[in-house]
């Protein structure tokens, strides 16, 4: 277990050495668009004040230096200064966060919450009517990308019924119920492809795990169908959900820009959305590198749950 | 085929050929002609003999929009197939079969390329590029889409390298170069094409997502996504103008879905008979 632990976690900052640089790489590769960034074009024309402001910000470094210089800042929590407001990226990323991660979390949780019922439900009746028509919501779920649910769900609730409003956040400071308000639309159009993702790998496996030998004799003791798939059959099949919920995080991530920017949220993503449409390069560097190592972390989370919850996988390694 | 999958089949067809021969279609309008400009239509009209679908906030027809930006989402997604099949499928052959230093070396660099959550990889290198035309975007969700073929084809590559066949290939001496060509690359070949369809859907959910955000082909080319962003300004006076490009975006995406589930389901059976 130690040295796989280990060797784990040296190709953990292996990667994120990896992705940072790479990030970096890209948004630094075009130093022209730093410069017109920094200084408007009219205020080009004097060669010297160009000179200046590279050498202030660095830019005529060599790649290698400049990428050191912004690792050994970012490692102590300093991402630099936005190009374009004054504060510093990561007190920008820290304000941000929380509507993210909330946005996230609840889209997450609505989904298996929905998804464990209907997969079982499906799986239990496999090939019957009810089945038939809960994969073909799936199916249907799983064509609807977030901004085209997001839309629906504006024109019909807070247009046409007024229900709940189409934009905008009330952060969870101030107060439960506005909050929820605000976020339950978002995380719904979000939620839709996830439900119909996890309904899908939910039944699958419960489907193998009721061919088991083990659910055989349980229902041989005389235990109740219902007894028998919520104990014995949800623990080993929820393995590969969580699995597939870590690697989703991934596709979850570009959703929650989308949709920040649908319903005007003021998260993460909008932020990088905002700051490519202003050339702000030092917020997308800090911002990308952030939900980078974010989408490592928990990939690599998942990995070793993975491994310390299966034994047979950890043998096999 | 079922009745339904063949329907959908039938939408995928429709759509290709209406991408590939929209000029030649007879009837239909010119995608970029405003109308209220010159008197013959105006903005946001409901559907109609004259405009099948009705008109966009800027008077354009919305039918003729959809037709021609399926070329949009055509291009993208096949440049994205045929670059990941190609680059990603050979590559990943490669890797499984040879396997060791090299196998390392190329899933090292291609996790960190993985490690990145899709869009934001794409949002990042689209906007470096500055240019936003269709052969760039589509270059670029091809570059983005090889490492996933390579997984894929490197996991069947490993497991039809244990194979008798390709043991007594070797046993017999032939040459490594050939194995890959005349046994391995075939083998992969089912199993890139079923997920060749399933990427495709998700390509074209992407490009939808990177057009309504804006960074895809600019207006007044059309896109399906930028179709929908378009219209959230006149939302409230005619919702037309959002519904049909949606519909059209999750018909195909659904479409895809549909026959590529039969066509993995129907060849599974057939390699379990292997």
């Known amino acids: ?317 | 085929m079922p009745l339904f999958t063949r329907l959908c089949a039938g939408w995928l067809v429709a759509i290709v050929f209406g991408a590939i021969f929209a000029d030649l279609i007879p009837g239909l309008q010119d995608p970029n002609y405003q109308g209220f400009l010159f008197g013959t239509s105006t903005t946001n009209e409901p559907p109609s003999l004259a405009h099948l679908l009705g008109t966009d906030n800027n008077s354009r027809d919305i039918l003729s929009r959809i037709v021609y930006g399926a070329r949009v989402s055509l291009v993208v997604s096949m440049t994205a197939v045929i670059m990941g099949t190609v680059f990603g499928g050979f590559l990943g052959a490669l890797t499984g079969f040879v396997r060791g230093k090299t196998d390392a070396m190329i899933m090292a660099s291609l996790d960190v390329i993985l490690a990145f959550p899709g869009l934001v990889l794409l949002l990042t290198v689209v906007t470096l590029l500055g240019r936003r035309d269709l052969l760039v975007i589509a270059t670029v969700v091809g570059f983005l889409s090889i490492p996933p073929y390579t997984r894929v084809a490197r996991a069947t590559a490993l497991a039809v390298s244990r194979r008798e066949f390709v043991m007594a290939a070797r046993a017999i001496g032939t040459r490594k170069r050939t194995i890959l060509f005349r046994e391995i690359l075939p083998n992969c070949l089912p199993t890139l094409m079923a997920f060749a369809l399933v990427s495709a859907a998700v390509i074209i959910l992407l490009e939808g997502a990177l057009a309504f955000l804006g960074l895809s082909v600019q207006p007044p080319t059309a896109s399906w996504g930028n179709m929908v962003n378009a219209a959230r300004a006149d939302l409230r006076i005619n919702v037309w103008p959002a519904v049909w490009p949606s519909l059209a975006l999750v018909f195909t995406v659904y479409s895809l879905n549909n026959v590529g589930d039969h066509i993995r389901r129907s060849k599974a059976v057939r390699s379990a008979a292997l």
């Not at chain 1, 009219?42 to 004040?49: K, L, S, Y």
């Not at chain 1, 807070?158 to 909050?179: I, V």
Request: aromatic letters at 8%; proline letters at 4%.
């Open chain 1, 1 to 317: 277990m130690g040295p796989f632990i280990a060797k784990r976690l040296v190709r953990l900052v292996g990667t994120l050495l990896a992705v940072s640089f790479l990030t970096f790489l890209l948004v630094n590769l075009l130093p022209g668009d730093a410069i017109n960034a920094l200084i408007p074009i009219d205020a080009q024309q004097d060669r010297e004040f160009v000179e200046q402001v590279r050498e202030e910000w660095g830019l005529n470094d060599p790649m290698l230096v400049r990428y050191g210089r912004w690792l050994g800042d970012a490692v102590q929590g300093d991402f630099g200064d936005s190009i374009v407001t004054s504060r510093t990226v990561s007190s920008e990323i820290f304000h941000r966060l929380p509507v993210t991660a909330e946005l996230m979390l609840v889209t997450v949780g609505l989904s298996v919450m929905l998804a464990i019922p209907l997969g079982v439900m499906a799986a239990y009746r496999e090939g019957t009517r009810l089945d038939q028509v809960i994969s073909g919501i799936a199916q249907v779920f799983l064509s609807i990308p977030g901004f085209v649910a997001g839309l629906l769900f504006i024109y019909v609730f807070a247009m046409k019924l007024g229900w709940l409003p189409a934009t905008g956040w009330n952060r969870l400071s101030n107060g439960l119920l506005d909050n929820l308000r605000t976020v339950i639309l978002p995380a719904l159009s979000l939620a839709l492809i996830e439900i119909a993702v996890y309904t899908r790998v939910v039944r699958s496996d419960v489907i193998n795990t009721l061919q088991e030998d083990f659910v055989l004799s349980a229902r041989a003791k005389g235990l109740s169908d219902r007894y028998i798939l919520f104990r014995h059959c949800l623990r080993p099949s929820s393995l590969t959900l969580i699995t597939v919920v870590g690697l989703n995080i991934g596709t979850l991530l570009g959703g929650t820009v989308v949709v920040e920017f649908l319903f005007a949220m003021p998260g993460l993503g909008k932020r990088l959305l905002d700051a490519i449409f202003q050339r702000d390069f030092m917020m997308v560097q800090g911002i990308t590198v952030f939900i980078a190592t974010i989408y490592v972390l928990v990939n690599t989370a998942v990995d070793m749950i993975y491994m310390l919850v299966d034994p047979r996988i950890r043998k096999a390694d």
